[in-house]
Structure formats: structure tokens, C-alpha cells
């Protein structure tokens, strides 16, 4: 992979994170269930990539960087409680 290439895909995972943090309505549970991955998702594959690469970053960090705030503030701010079509939602995403 080119440096050019590294650079476009690091603008874009720049932009996707300032999308979700623009977007806090768009709650995790609807972007496992339409997506199957959210902002948790994107943290443990940042804390996965970073120790790839022989670097130390913890969840807390990763979720600092992903939500723009600890993931506790984030969802006493915004995350709603999953309504029983939500939860229906997701299990059968996951059997599926």
C-alpha cells in the first residue's frame, strides 16, 4: 500500500469519526443492527490495530477518540435505552 493510499484511508476513518460524533441520534444499536458494527466496534479494532503495531492504547483512549468523550459520558449524554423492536432487531441479526 502506497503512502498516498494510507493517507486517503486515514482522512476518511477521520471523517467517518467526526460523522458518528455529529451524530450521536444514531445510537450503537441501530448501527449493529443495520451495520453490524458501531462505536465500540471501531474502538476495540483501534486498540486491536494499535497493538499490531507494537503500540499500547487502552479502550478508555480508543472510545476517547471514537465518541470525542469518555464512552461513560457518552452515553449518559446520548445513548437511549434499546427499545424491545431494537432488541428483537440485533437477536435475530445475530443468529442470522
Known amino acids: ?12 476513518f477521520r471523517k467517518l469519526i467526526a ?7 444514531a445510537q450503537n444499536i441501530d448501527l449493529m443492527i443495520l451495520a453490524d458494527f458501531c462505536r465500540n466496534c ?5 486498540v486491536a490495530e494499535a497493538a ?4 499500547d492504547v487502552d479502550l478508555e483512549a ?4 471514537v465518541y470525542g468523550m469518555s464512552y461513560g459520558e457518552w452515553k449518559a449524554n446520548h445513548q437511549l435505552p434499546a427499545t424491545p423492536e ?6 435475530a ?3 442470522a
Not at 42 to 46: F, P
Not at 62 to 65: C, E, I, L, V
Open 19 to 25: 460523522h458518528l460524533q455529529a451524530h450521536p441520534e
Open 1 to 12: 500500500m502506497s503512502s498516498q493510499e494510507t493517507e486517503i484511508e486515514a482522512a476518511v
Open 86 to 91: 431494537q432488541l428483537a432487531a440485533f437477536q
Open 42 to 46: 471501531l474502538s476495540k479494532w483501534y
Open 93 to 95: 441479526r445475530k443468529k
Open 52 to 55: 499490531e503495531r507494537g503500540e
Open 62 to 65: 480508543a472510545h476517547q477518540r
